[in-house]
């Protein structure tokens, strides 16, 4: 098969379409003949020598994927799947390939309503905003969800997600054109953060009170202002890097607001933690996809075997939703 290979760590240039070996499913696996993939801000990061594949993953990048079933693994009969199945899958690597083995629990079906390369764009941001926004920081109806990064894939989904449960939406964005596309899914309080500071602009629109639940990708850079920025019991999700990784953290006013900070990442979970993750998404997202009230937002797609083009897409920042990869 091909995939996307990363020789050497560098810059797009650095992601060659290669013919490597056909994966071959473990106990537990399926193999998945891929139809298309999605680029996530993880790839580029392994791109560059920073975010290597856990143990025992594909070395090729690509976090998620969706297409057909090919072959069952060992200890995979009576899992549900069968060779045909249209599917998309979370993976810890290996979605820029034109195969991937997945386990099982990490498989979910093609939404109704979703076309099969659109299903690609699903699995890691629906993943990731459920299991962090309501898994962990337990969003609530009439609460407030602050989303860094709106008009990304995680924040197009969250702010469909939170809407969905009777929440509060502010969204941060750079520009009017991103945060107009923000309030067509749904925000309510749109801050453009080149002109506004988030927290002053929270607070006006809040009463004072600020956000009951932050979902933030930058990190450092706002660890101080995130904190300023929750409301009383409000908890800040780390689920990204963007402004760096250290920060000062002022545990006085965590304290005096009863708040909380958590960090995560998908990628190096246990597949039990992952499998639950999926299994929740299937039961509670799902049926909002096929309802047409949650979609997914796909701004472009490359072929594959131009994904140098697709990461020079994704740095430059203007996109809204998700980048995918075909292999048409």
């Known amino acids: 098969m091909y995939a996307i290979t990363i020789p050497e760590p560098g810059g797009p ?4 379409w290669d013919d490597v070996p056909d994966p071959v499913p473990a106990e537990g696996e399926v193999l998945v003949d891929v139809v298309a993939s999605a680029v996530n801000r993880a790839d580029l990061l392994q791109r560059q020598g920073f975010y290597n594949p856990p143990p025992g993953a594909s070395p090729y990048p690509g976090l998620e994927c969706a297409g057909r079933v090919v072959a069952l693994g060992p200890g995979t009969e ?36 979703v076309d099969l390369v659109t299903a690609a764009g699903l699995p890691e941001v629906t993943c990731t905003v459920w299991s962090n926004v309501f898994m962990i920081a337990h969003l609530r109806p009439g609460e407030t969800l602050l ?5 990304s894939g995680i924040g197009t989904m969250a702010i469909q997600l939170a809407k969905s449960v009777g929440a509060r939406v502010a969204v941060t964005a750079g520009g009017p054109e991103k945060l107009a596309r923000c309030a067509e899914l749904g925000a309510d309080i749109l801050i453009d953060y080149r002109e506004q500071d988030f927290v002053d602009e929270l607070k006006k629109a809040t009463d004072g009170a600020g956000a009951d639940v932050i979902l933030d990708i930058v990190g450092a850079k706002y660890l101080d202002r995130n904190v300023k920025a929750l409301a009383v019991n409000g908890r800040l999700a780390v689920i990204g890097m963007q402004g760096g990784v250290k920060g000062e953290l002022n545990l006085g006013a965590l304290l005096v607001k009863r708040a909380a900070i958590t960090a995560t990442s998908l990628r190096g979970r246990p597949l039990g933690e992952k499998a ?8 509670h997202v799902w049926p ?7 979609r997914p937002i796909v701004d472009r797609t490359f072929p594959m075997s131009d994904a140098a083009q697709a990461h020079r897409a994704l740095e430059a920042g203007d996109h809204i939703g998700k980048i995918l990869l075909t292999r048409g």
């Open 13 to 16: 240039e650095a992601l060659v």
């Open 78 to 113: 009576g899992s549900g799947w069968s060779v045909g199945d249209e599917v998309c899958a979370l993976l810890s690597g290996g979605g820029y390939a034109e195969k991937v083995a997945v386990p099982v629990g990490q498989l979910l079906p093609v939404p109704d309503g």
């Open 147 to 151: 989303a860094h990064g709106g008009a």
């Open 276 to 283: 639950s993750i999926v299994a929740a998404v299937r039961e």
């Open 288 to 294: 909002l996809i096929g309802a047409g009230q949650v």
